[in-house]
């Protein structure tokens, strides 16, 4: 699949966009988006070869949300050595899902430091060349976040709020404020207070922005996919943009 008709297919499916726009802007760490419908038979492969566009991270993985394969994919990431923990935040490798509007090929690509790249290359290749033999369609997009290998890091200055994949609003970390938002899906509310942010209360069904501890530090993220509502805290050294 060429990147262009990938990517069409990832807009389009209505929780991601909110997701994918940020991780296209961000200016650090790596994301991963497999299109495929046995994940777990590609994912290590592909997991192998990635040494090259992601800087070493850590042993532990865990799911952001339900994964019609994470018995398999749990399975096959522990015979290779990495550990499964219950806390997304401890984990230095986080695995979402989400079904497609729409089945398309299977195809992979990589977000990294605001960048997309075609890895499709040498071994690689072989495999998308391997995923797509028999024009077999797909539904799952299987989404791998590595965690930052940043050493220090930047206390956040600011949270900036996003809903429907563009910035609306920057709130200073030095305020205690609580704030209610109407979305397509009802209603988010954003709180701050002691130079952290968190959400408080959700109308999505999940709920797994409550769960979401609150965040402080440059490059944090809460996301709530149904409610197309994301916050990211920001740093003095960021420079900040709208995304559209």
Known sequence: MERREFFKKVIITPLLTPLFLAAKKRKSGCELYLIEDNPEEFFPLILEELHNYVANYGPSFAFLNSHPHENDLR?????????YVQTPIQADLTLSFSPLHEKTLPSFTLIREGRIWDIRSRKLYSLWRKMNKNQRRSSCLTIASFKSTQSHPLSGKYVSVYKEGSKIEMISLEENVTKSY???GGKITLGVKDGKAWVPESSC???ICLHSPPVSFAGERIICVPNHFLLEIKGS????????
């Open 75 to 83: 399975r096959i990431l522990s015979q290779r050595g990495l550990t």
């Open 182 to 184: 109407r979305t397509r």
């Open 205 to 207: 069904r999940h709920k």
């Open 237 to 244: 050294r960021y420079i900040d943009t709208s995304i559209g």
